[in-house]
């Protein structure tokens, strides 16, 4: 469903740069284990050659593993962190734009069959809250769409005559507040609510 009708989205459109919120939080931790992989890397290499006057220790190769194990984790984080910072969501008449930093795809309003605002917890004792856009589809979802193939959800619909087949955006609180209004604004008869509680 990527790029039917217009090209691109209107020049009047509302831009929503969700991705800072995400990279802000996620590059300083790509940092931290990206810093801290690389002196338990040290370490267990000093361990291991016996470097100074120290006696080679295999025990060492812990501590190589370990290092590596946590630098791969931090790069991956950065990176991720990094790409997501250009993230955005874009409204206008046609639809939902999403672009997830390296790539666009669109959701036209005509194709879904209604837009609601849904809260989940989640969390070992269920006590975070995050809130999801979910996009209800009349025609057939684009799972091999690289931009809204990641979104699509196959579970129990929030009303009972919806599809199980949507889309889910997770929104990040600094943002949620104007796309919900922005969505509300270009298409209030699709938009529903639904009660907090468990996951969708």
């Known amino acids: 469903m990527s790029h039917p009708g217009p090209l691109s989205p209107s020049p009047t459109a509302t831009v929503i740069h969700t991705g800072r919120h995400a990279a802000r939080r996620v590059l300083p931790r790509g940092i931290v284990l990206t810093a801290l992989g690389a ?29 590596l194990l946590m630098g791969f984790v931090g790069i ?16 206008d008449a046609s639809g939902l734009w999403v672009n997830n930093g390296d790539a666009e795809g669109v959701i036209p309003w005509q194709d879904l069959a209604g837009v609601g605002l849904y809260w989940s917890r989640t969390g070992r004792r269920r006590n975070l809250q995050i809130c999801s856009l979910e996009l209800y589809p009349k025609s057939p979802v684009q799972h091999a769409d690289p931009v809204l193939g990641p979104l699509v959800r196959d579970e129990e619909p929030l009303r009972p005559e919806l ?22 604004h270009q298409v209030p008869q699709l938009w529903f609510s639904v009660p907090s509680g468990g996951a969708p």
């Open 39 to 67: 002196v338990t890397l040290s370490g267990g290499t000093v361990a291991v050659a016996g470097l100074g006057e120290r006696t080679p220790d295999p025990a060492g190769f812990g501590g190589i593993l370990i290092g």
């Open 76 to 91: 991956s984080s950065f990176l991720a962190g990094w790409s997501a910072r250009r993230s955005t969501v874009t409204v």
């Open 163 to 184: 599809p199980r087949l949507r889309y889910r955006l997770f929104l990040p609180e600094s943002s949620r507040d104007t796309v919900v209004a922005s969505v509300q």
